[in-house]
């Protein structure tokens, strides 16, 4: 009987190990790290709505800006020395006007549009003064004006209430003034 236990405790220790060597992955306590996926974004460019549209040009005023294919710009030089102006025209109607003159003195400023400024905006890094005549002025139609000076020039978009203020402010975006 001896003999029996000797042989068992030297052979049950060989037993415990060599049965602990196959022990299956379940049973193994090994932490595994898991990542979280990663979230891919696309990221489209954003287009420029205006891209489609037309461009009006003038060299000579310095003056470049985009309108909608559905208007025309319809250009009036030789109503007086150093003006020029431009009608962009939908139909009959003329939503919005743009007048450019030159050796203007700084009253013609404020007197060009009939008013003061109520403020003044940046638009694509020019700065604008902005008037609103949501009555109109002298028996018109409610306007705003953006007048900003440079090239020598005094350049005012006039914009009638026949233009949306979205449409309006996608055109002033536009509006390069070259010095």
Request: a neutral charge; proline letters at 6%.
């Amino acid at each position: 009987m001896k003999k029996v236990l000797i042989t068992v405790a030297i052979l049950l220790p060989v037993f415990l190990i060599i049965a602990y060597s196959f022990k299956s992955p379940k049973e193994e306590k090994t932490k595994i790290e898991t990542k979280p996926e990663a979230t891919k974004v696309l990221v489209s460019p954003i287009a420029d709505p205006t891209s489609s549209w037309k461009k009006y040009e003038n060299a000579e005023y310095h003056l470049s800006f985009r309108y909608p294919v559905d208007m025309e710009a319809e250009e009036l030089s030789g109503l007086a020395k150093n003006y020029l102006q431009v009608n962009l025209r939908k139909g009959r109607g003329a939503p919005a006007l743009i007048m450019i003159k030159g050796n203007y003195e700084t009253e013609d400023i404020n007197e060009f549009v009939g008013g003061k400024p109520e403020e003044e905006k940046t638009i694509t890094g020019q700065t604008w003064r902005f008037f609103d005549f949501p009555q109109g002025w002298s028996n018109s139609d409610p306007f705003t004006v953006y007048q900003k000076e440079g090239a020598g020039f005094l350049y005012s978009f006039k914009f009638y209430n026949l233009m949306t203020d979205e449409l309006r402010d996608k055109i002033m975006k536009t509006v390069k003034i070259a010095d």
